[in-house]
């Protein structure tokens, strides 16, 4: 489960895209690199989520595993970069589905 994407199935934060980085018990830890920092995850219940399974990349997981306080800010940007691609490859399936539709 760690190192997969999510969406949030329930709250003020419900179908916004995170990276889980940190799990324990009935509970994950979400990083989106905007909001919630690599330093400041949301936890959430798990039955709030959905889980999306699109991993992470090894060398990513390891940054956010043992972040450097003076690379934080880059790690959240790599974090941000990774949603954009999943977002990016959902867009694009999208489109192309509506043009075979046609």
Do not use: W
Request: glycine share 6%; with cysteine; net charge positive.
């Amino acid at each position: 489960m760690i190192g997969e994407l999510a969406t949030s199935k329930a709250g003020h934060d419900k179908d916004r895209l995170y990276l889980i980085i940190g799990e324990e018990g009935d509970s994950v830890f979400l990083c989106d690199g905007r909001l919630r920092g690599v330093t400041n995850p949301k936890k959430k219940k798990k039955k709030h989520i959905q889980i999306i399974h699109f991993a992470a990349k090894a060398g990513l997981m390891q940054k956010v595993q043992q972040p450097a306080a003076d690379r934080e800010e880059e790690i959240n940007e790599q974090i941000r970069s990774h949603l954009k691609e999943y977002h990016d490859r959902v867009e694009l399936l999208q489109l192309l589905r509506s043009m075979n539709k046609n």
